[in-house]
């Protein structure tokens, strides 16, 4: 490992969560739902919802205005503004400029020029991206001892009555990216990535919401962390950040995950499918298999790319079984709760945030364990970020001795702020667009509001405007 390499990594984060929501017991009863099935089968309580003058621009703006204000940045602190996200406003003009725009109105006309951006894409993996093609922009010292701001922001919306419906949500998270970092510094040399054409989940161009083939999304979601995983493995064992002793799994030397979460029911089962092929292996497996009281079922074909893996109809059936009761015994649950449940708390509130979901996960991760009481200096956070399309990208980072000054603020109720729940008939209305944009639900208070969409003339199509409501 160099030694002159500077330590890079997440030095303070912030959130903006829409204050509208739909609640699950309603969402069920509409639909003809099983509450059941949304509150475990799938994990949500409350799904957030955007109201008619917000969008994934202002509520990039808001987080980033959040972050800086905490953080006491200043523009003239920043080099670089990244805007991760798959809820695009135009084809060309980036997201990060309209955030810009915003930005300014608070910080003076120009105070951004110097800096310099663009909007990134890969469904929800873009995210993880920005924030390693940022820290290796700061690594390499071109950053002119300046900071950079990666802001993930989306607002997942499905067809009504579809699948996917349950799994909506919105919101941002802005992460400040500077060397000595007082949060966590990324492992360096070991953040992996896999990439693969695939149609699990996309959406064309003007279509607003995605065409989506669940199952299969779900399944190589699984996969494609899995393959990041192990090159992420190869390159920790490469490097010396871990050594493995007799019966060791890599998942051993990471104190927490952090996963992608289009729901919180996916976090659970990434990392079920991550221990049984981290421990399929080692000695512990034997005790792992007599507590479920059957082998692990091998299929046909023994490369598993995901063609086969769906082809063999009865290996599927019996995966199914004993993935099932993996997740039950006590190895799974005892690894659930020490290094998986907090992470997951803020996505039953808020549902689904696309790039932002991981980040999310990783912001209620902190909040949770703080208010357990543990330790989490020295940590290590282990990410598998994935987007359709598809990739994964797997990384991981350890906590730093000041992480308290961070930490103990977080307060994800304080944060989102009083909520207003949407009857289901007003939520329809919101999503089939029947509400304009200036007739808003709430009355925005100290936050980026869109003010104008589009102009008289032809030549201001596709113009927004925004104001900063104090
Ligand atoms: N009580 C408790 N749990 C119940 C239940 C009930 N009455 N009825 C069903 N469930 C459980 C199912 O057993 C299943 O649990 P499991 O995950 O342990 O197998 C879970 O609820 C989901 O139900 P299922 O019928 O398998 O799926 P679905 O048809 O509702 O679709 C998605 C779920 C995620 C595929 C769908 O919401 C979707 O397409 N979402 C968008 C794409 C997406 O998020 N992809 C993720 C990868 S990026």
Redesign the pocket.
Known sequence: MNVDMPVVGIDDLAIYVPKLYIDYKDFAQARGI?P??LE???GIRKMAIADTNQDPACMAANACLKLMQKAHIHPQDVGRLYVATESALDESKALNSFVIGMLEQVYGEGSFEHAGGIECKFA?VSGSYALHDNANWIRAEENSGKAAIVIVSDIAK?DLGS??E??QGAGAVALLIKEEPRLMAFDPKVASTVIKNEYD?YRPFGKETPL?N??Y??LL?LIQVRKAFDAYKEKALKTGLVKLNEGEAITDHIDFFSV?L??R??GE?ALAYLLRHEWRHLPRWKHVTKEIGMNEPQPKDPRGTIESILADTDFMKADEQFR?AFMQTSFYNETYEKKMASSLEASAQIG?LYTASMYMGLRSLLEFEFKKGTDLEGKRIGFGS?G?GSSAMVFSGIMQPTYKEIVKGLDLENDIGDRVKLSIDEYERLHRKEIDFNSAVTKAHKEFVLVKLGGSTADKAGFREYDYVS
Do not use: E, L, W
Request: charged share 15%; aromatic share 24%; net charge positive.
């Open positions: 099983d059941q099935k475990y089968g799938i929800c499905y699948a996917g349950y799994t989940f989506v669940g199952g999304s779900n979601y992608h289009p729901y029911r996916m089962k099932r689904n994935y359709s």
